[in-house]
């Protein structure tokens, strides 16, 4: 993942709209996609995951698109309510170097009530 | 609460001392991981277990950083002499171990300040 320092990319909604958190990830050989979700003071938390044989994958109110041509990850909430406010995370592991999940920057979202 | 559990939750220590952190994983959860994460950053990869086997460190971890997980269970981190460039989130996950590509389940974190 590509470092931002202190200033994370930020995304403001307004409630009840919906968000699209976008993430570039950078190796080929990743085969296995994750978003988690963190909230202020706690561990990342999983949201919902992909593995590289698809494209789409939809959750409650999430969707993940996997876009391998570019290298591209993308979540997706639906009518984005006040308790989505957190840092999400993408996250890939590779099928070679162990089981270990690397994690991407954040994006933060804010929602506005 | 994800079953993980971490601590302390919050250490401050001067410079040159040395600190240890605990975690206790989910009981069934075979691979036990420990990251770091600083402000504004993703968490970073440190190490992780399979039961009480040490498979991987990351070149990040330096020789002051040491890792423990005995009898397959409870895993301890240790950071001797500590410097202020240590303080960080210091996060342990856990998962089933049972596939290649699992989903990881995050404690809250031992927040480390070095003065």
């Known amino acids: 993942g590509e470092s931002v320092g202190l200033h994370l990319p930020t995304l403001s909604v307004q409630e009840g709209d919906n968000s699209i958190i976008n993430c570039a990830y950078s190796?080929?050989?990743?085969?296995?996609f994750i978003w988690y979700k963190q909230e202020s003071g706690k561990g990342p938390q999983f949201i919902i995951d992909?593995?590289?044989?698809?494209d789409k994958r939809q959750g409650q109110r999430v969707t993940v698109l996997l876009n391998k041509t570019v290298k591209h990850l993308s979540l997706q909430i639906a009518a984005t309510q006040p308790g989505d406010s957190a840092v999400y995370f993408c996250?890939?592991?590779?099928?070679?170097?162990?089981?270990?999940?690397?994690f991407g920057a954040g994006t933060r979202l804010f929602v506005k009530a | 609460d994800t079953g993980v559990s971490q601590d302390p939750r919050h250490k401050i220590t001067k410079r040159g001392q040395n600190v240890t952190f605990r975690c206790d994983p989910i009981?069934?959860?075979?691979?036990l991981y420990w990251y770091r994460q600083t402000l504004g950053q993703g968490p970073e990869f440190l190490t992780y277990f399979q039961n009480e086997a040490q498979l991987e460190k990351s070149r990040l971890l330096s020789d002051r950083f040491s890792a423990e997980r005995p009898k397959g269970s409870f895993s301890t981190l240790e950071i001797q002499r500590t410097e202020q460039g240590d303080s960080a989130m210091y996060l342990c996950?856990?998962?089933?171990?049972?596939?290649?590509?699992?989903?990881?389940?995050f404690g809250s974190g031992t927040q480390l300040s070095v003065l």
């Open positions: 009981s069934e959860h075979n691979r």
């Open positions: 992909i593995r590289s044989n698809m």
């Open positions: 996950a856990s998962s089933l171990g049972a596939g290649e590509n699992e989903k990881l389940f």
């Open positions: 996250a890939e592991n590779m099928k070679t170097g162990g089981f270990k999940t690397i």
């Open positions: 190796n080929s050989a990743s085969d296995y």
